[in-house]
C-alpha cells in the first residue's frame, strides 16, 4: 500500500531563517505531487505541484520554491522566512489518471 | 475570488440525526468534486467523490448530491456519529489541458456531533 511522509511533524522557525520540508510517497512510482497550506481560518491553497522528477508549477508567487530531486521525493524551501509563511503544510500524491489525493500527516510552521 | 464556498464554517448536530455539510462553486469548468474529512493536526483523507456526470453518489453512511444547475453539493452523514466530529472541506476539480489542472479547496466546515 501506498504512504506518505512528512517531515518535521512542528516546527518553529526566526524570520528571516531558511526552510527545508520533506515529502516522501512509498509504494507507488512517478506520482503527481503537491504542496499545500492551510492558513488560519482559510482554506486549503495550492502551493506547487510537480507530475515528474524536476518538473515544478507554481500557483501561487512567494517567497517558498519547490524541487523533486527524485521520483517520489518533493521539498518545499525557503532562503529567508516571513511571518506570512506560519502555517500548517501539507504535502499529497495522485496516481497519474486519478483525481483523487492523499495527504501526508503536515507540518505545522511557526514563524517568530 | 473564492471559486468553492462553504458558507457555514460550523455546524452541530445530535447524534444519530442527519449532517448536511453544503458546499458552492463557482467555475463551470469544474467537473469532479471530492469531500475530505480532516482531524485536528492531521492532513485530511479523502472521503468520498463524484463526477459531474452523476448526480448522486453513496458509500455507507455517506452521500454527496450534486445539482449542477445550481453549482451545488452537499454530504450527508447519516446516522452520524461523535467520531465524525472533524473539518469536512469540499474541493473541486479542474482540467485546463497541457498538464494544467488543480484541486481547488473550500474553507472547510467543522462538524460537530454531540453524544
Known amino acids: 500500500s501506498q504512504t506518505i511522509h512528512q517531515w518535521p511533524a512542528t516546527l518553529v522557525q526566526p524570520v528571516g531563517s531558511p526552510l527545508s520540508l520533506e515529502c516522501t510517497v512509498e509504494?507507488?512510482?512517478?506520482?503527481?505531487l503537491y504542496w499545500y497550506r492551510q492558513a488560519a481560518g482559510r482554506g486549503l491553497q495550492l502551493l506547487f505541484y510537480?507530475?515528474?522528477?524536476?518538473?515544478i508549477s507554481s500557483e501561487v508567487p512567494q517567497n517558498l520554491s519547490a524541487s523533486r530531486p527524485q521520483d517520489r521525493q518533493f521539498i518545499l524551501s525557503s532562503k529567508k522566512l516571513l511571518l506570512s509563511d506560519s502555517g500548517f503544510y501539507l504535502c499529497?500524491?495522485?496516481?497519474?489518471?486519478?483525481?483523487?489525493?492523499?495527504f501526508g500527516p503536515g507540518t505545522r510552521l511557526t514563524v517568530t | 475570488d473564492q471559486q468553492v464556498k462553504q458558507n457555514s464554517p460550523s455546524l452541530s448536530v445530535q447524534e444519530g440525526r442527519i449532517s448536511i455539510l453544503n458546499c458552492d462553486y463557482t467555475?463551470?469548468?469544474?467537473?469532479?468534486f471530492l469531500w475530505y474529512k480532516k482531524y485536528p493536526a492531521e492532513g485530511p483523507t479523502f472521503l468520498i467523490s463524484?463526477?459531474?456526470?452523476?448526480d448522486k453518489n453513496e458509500d455507507g453512511r455517506f452521500t454527496v448530491f450534486l445539482n449542477k444547475s445550481a453549482k451545488h453539493l452537499s454530504l450527508h452523514i447519516v446516522p452520524s456519529q461523535p467520531g465524525d466530529s472533524a473539518v469536512y472541506f469540499c474541493?473541486?476539480?479542474?482540467?485546463?489541458?497541457?498538464?494544467?489542472?488543480?484541486?481547488?479547496f473550500g474553507k472547510g466546515t467543522k462538524l460537530s456531533v454531540i453524544p
Open positions: 467555475n463551470s469548468m469544474f467537473d469532479y
Open positions: 510537480s507530475v515528474g522528477i524536476g518538473q
Open positions: 474541493a473541486a476539480f479542474s482540467y485546463s489541458g497541457a498538464g494544467s489542472y488543480q484541486l481547488t
Open positions: 509504494g507507488t512510482s512517478n506520482p503527481n
Open positions: 499529497a500524491w495522485s496516481a497519474d489518471s486519478s483525481y483523487e489525493q492523499y
Open positions: 463524484i463526477s459531474s456526470i452523476k
